[in-house]
């Protein structure tokens, strides 16, 4: 079975900061696009960043400027580093692996801004 593993949630206060893992299987992390989404309660999960092969990466525009998707090609690890967060970054965070129209989920780590 494809395995996506996430870690690095938790409680935060407003403008703190977190770094967010996710570990996937080789083949998976080595041919896929690899990314980041997030979801609230009676919300649709949303992009939140990609990472492409060559390195190039796509920002959701409500983190922009605040969050930094970057990976670790000897540890198939992709990371997300969150600073200056806010209130409304309180969402489950997804791992998530696309080529194509194939995809695949990591479980979700929750991430809680709150003063």
């Known amino acids: 079975q494809v395995q996506l593993v996430e870690s690095g949630g938790g409680l935060v206060q407003p403008g703190g900061s977190l770094r967010l893992s996710c570990v996937a299987p080789?083949?998976?992390?080595?041919?896929?696009?690899m990314g980041w989404y997030r979801q609230n309660p009676g919300n649709q999960r949303e992009l939140v960043a990609h990472?492409?092969?060559?390195?190039?990466?796509n920002y959701a525009g409500s983190v922009k400027g605040r969050f930094t998707i970057s990976r670790d090609n000897a540890k198939n690890t992709v990371y997300l580093q969150m600073d200056s967060l806010k209130p409304e970054d309180t969402a489950v965070y997804y791992c998530?692996?696309?080529?194509?129209?194939?995809?695949?989920w990591g479980q979700g780590t929750q991430v809680t801004v709150s003063s």
């Open positions: 998530h692996a696309e080529r194509s129209v194939r995809t695949y």
């Open positions: 080789r083949i998976i992390f080595s041919t896929y696009v």
């Open positions: 990472i492409f092969s060559g390195g190039s990466t």
